[in-house]
């Protein structure tokens, strides 16, 4: 049933899914992207470049999340429901049959439905029911798109998260009060349809070179009559965001936590098995580590020592090697390529996705296949064009530039794998013997 829901809404994803301008993301992509492409790594993979792309050319970037949650059971009759409603899915003209003991009783058929809250919640914990619910909300906010996009506002979304970016100058306050007009026209949609606007959960955040953050750091903007002035960092997905993207926050949070857990597990080590030790510290730590890394790519040298050391200290614990005795034989016994590595591997894995129509159209966007001006033998060879960066230190960083660097830099052995465990073995081998040569 989930299948012949994904091709009944496909054809509604395909029309309202089109981009409107460059640079603004649609609502809904692709029906399949929310089902099983659309993950957090991705979406902040894609939101990432974007601030990077406008960070580098010295411009200031205002960035507004608004957090909206739902809260409805049902539908009243006398709120328009058209984005659902006029949608003919697999739940249309058909019966269902309650059993109750001995008795069985058939319902009469259903012009449309929308699955009710989470009251009986223990009952429907199930993949197929997750994934419609999911879809169904997609549908119902479509219309969220096109409000932003009248504003002329860049926009990127998360399930019910909304993050809304505008570019300009510093000295230009007409993004302030465009990003106010939209958040109003968003708020009043959401009254309408029964949704509620979370203006304390709102933050802004400034991102661009620190002259230009100075500058507009005494500007508010004014939403629900509350005024609200920009962050120093906030928190988008799990990820601590900074206004000037190094990831300091990030790191040493995720460093607190990691060591928090490991030191409990040290505790217990004693009566646990070397195979259920690793499955603690993989679990709490390292699976943190390895959260977003991709971001850290081309970071301070801080942000990928520290983690290291939180990969050393996981090592010795479960090894339980002494603390002066050298670790890098430890990690090569363990098979755990350094954090360094880890972040190549996460971006590569990526790209090959985002080559084979295996990832969110826009990253597979991002990339482009390099076509030399004559005639050579490395057209094809699988290269990918590398864009060129007028600051290193900024737009070195972003994935559209890092992705094709690493995958240029792979055998053409890895690069032709066919499938995708395939390639993770392939990959995993060639960056095992460049972190370990000896």
Same mark, same amino acid.
């Given at each position: 049933?989930?299948?012949?829901?994904?091709?009944?809404?496909?054809?509604?994803?395909?029309?309202?899914?089109?981009?409107?301008?460059?640079g603004?993301?649609?609502?809904?992509?692709?029906?399949?992207?929310?089902?099983?492409?659309?993950?957090?790594?991705?979406?902040?993979?894609?939101?990432?470049?974007?601030?990077?792309?406008?960070?580098?050319?010295?411009?200031?970037?205002?960035?507004?999340?608004?957090?909206?949650?739902?809260?409805?059971?049902t539908?009243?009759?006398?709120?328009?429901?058209?984005?659902?409603?006029?949608?003919?899915?697999?739940?249309?003209?058909?019966?269902?049959?309650?059993r109750?003991?001995?008795?069985?009783?058939?319902?009469?058929?259903?012009?449309?439905?929308?699955?009710?809250?989470?009251?009986?919640?223990?009952?429907?914990?199930?993949?197929?029911?997750a994934?419609?619910v999911?879809?169904?909300?997609?549908?119902?906010?479509?219309?969220?798109?096109?409000?932003?996009?009248?504003?002329?506002?860049?926009?990127?979304?998360?399930?019910?998260? /909304?993050?809304?970016?505008?570019?300009?100058?510093?000295?230009?306050?007409?993004?302030?009060?465009?990003?106010?007009?939209?958040?109003?026209?968003?708020?009043?949609?959401?009254?309408?349809y029964?949704?509620?606007?979370?203006?304390?959960?709102?933050?802004?955040?400034?991102?661009?070179?620190?002259?230009?953050?100075?500058?507009?750091?005494?500007?508010?903007? /004014?939403?629900?009559?509350?005024?609200?002035s920009?962050?120093?960092a906030?928190?988008?997905?799990?990820?601590?965001?900074?206004?000037?993207?190094?990831?300091d926050?990030?790191?040493?949070n995720?460093?607190?936590?990691?060591?928090?857990?490991?030191?409990?597990?040290?505790?217990?080590?004693?009566?646990?098995?070397?195979?259920?030790?690793?499955?603690?510290v993989?679990?709490?730590?390292?699976?943190?580590?390895?959260?977003?890394?991709?971001?850290?790519?081309g970071?301070?040298?801080?942000?990928?020592?520290?983690?290291?050391?939180?990969?050393?200290?996981?090592?010795?614990?479960?090894?339980?090697?002494?603390?002066?005795?050298?670790?890098?034989?430890?990690?090569?016994?363990?098979?755990?390529?350094?954090?360094?590595?880890?972040i190549?591997?996460?971006?590569?894995?990526?790209?090959?996705?985002?080559?084979?129509?295996?990832?969110p159209?826009?990253?597979?966007?991002?990339?482009?296949?390099?076509?030399?001006?004559?005639?050579?033998?490395?057209?094809?060879?699988?290269?990918?064009?590398?864009?060129?960066?007028?600051?290193? /230190?900024?737009?070195?960083?972003?994935?559209?530039?890092?992705?094709?660097?690493?995958?240029?830099?792979?055998?053409?052995?890895?690069?032709d794998?066919?499938?995708?465990?395939?390639?993770?073995?392939?990959?995993?081998?060639?960056?095992?013997?460049?972190?370990?040569?000896?």
């Amino acid at each position: 049933m989930v299948k012949r829901f994904l091709v009944e809404i496909s054809k509604l994803g395909a029309v309202e899914g089109e981009r409107s301008s460059p640079g603004v993301l649609p609502l809904l992509i692709h029906p399949r992207s929310v089902v099983c492409w659309h993950q957090c790594d991705r979406d902040l993979g894609w939101i990432h470049p974007d601030a990077w792309s406008l960070h580098r050319e010295t411009r200031s970037v205002e960035g507004l999340g608004v957090v909206h949650h739902v809260q409805f059971e049902t539908f009243p009759a006398e709120v328009s429901v058209t984005p659902v409603a006029t949608h003919h899915g697999p739940w249309v003209n058909q019966r269902r049959k309650v059993r109750a003991g001995p008795q069985a009783r058939t319902s009469p058929p259903l012009v449309f439905e929308i699955p009710p809250s989470n009251r009986f919640a223990p009952l429907r914990q199930t993949r197929p029911y997750a994934v419609i619910v999911t879809l169904l909300f997609t549908l119902y906010m479509l219309p969220l798109g096109q409000i932003i996009r009248k504003h002329g506002i860049s926009f990127h979304c998360y399930a019910d998260d /909304t993050q809304l970016y505008v570019s300009g100058k510093s000295e230009d306050s007409q993004q302030l009060s465009k990003v106010e007009d939209c958040v109003k026209d968003i708020r009043h949609w959401m009254l309408t349809y029964f949704l509620l606007f979370n203006s304390d959960k709102t933050e802004i955040l400034v991102l661009g070179p620190r002259v230009a953050r100075d500058k507009l750091s005494d500007h508010m903007v /004014t939403l629900d009559g509350l005024s609200i002035s920009s962050c120093t960092a906030v928190k988008d997905l799990g990820l601590i965001i900074d206004s000037s993207l190094s990831f300091d926050g990030h790191v040493d949070n995720i460093t607190r936590i990691a060591f928090f857990h490991l030191r409990n597990i040290s505790k217990i080590r004693n009566i646990l098995s070397i195979h259920d030790a690793e499955i603690l510290v993989h679990a709490f730590v390292t699976s943190r580590l390895d959260y977003c890394n991709a971001l850290l790519s081309g970071c301070s040298s801080r942000n990928i020592n520290i983690p290291q050391l939180v990969q050393n200290a996981s090592a010795r614990v479960l090894t339980r090697t002494r603390r002066y005795d050298h670790i890098t034989p430890i990690l090569s016994t363990l098979h755990w390529l350094p954090v360094k590595f880890r972040i190549n591997y996460k971006i590569l894995s990526l790209t090959f996705k985002a080559l084979n129509g295996l990832a969110p159209q826009y990253l597979s966007d991002l990339l482009v296949f390099y076509d030399p001006p004559r005639l050579l033998r490395s057209k094809d060879a699988g290269y990918l064009t590398v864009p060129r960066i007028v600051k290193a /230190t900024a737009g070195g960083r972003a994935f559209p530039y890092r992705s094709p660097q690493l995958w240029n830099s792979l055998p053409i052995s890895v690069r032709d794998s066919d499938t995708v465990s395939v390639f993770k073995s392939r990959l995993k081998t060639y960056l095992f013997t460049q972190a370990y040569p000896n």
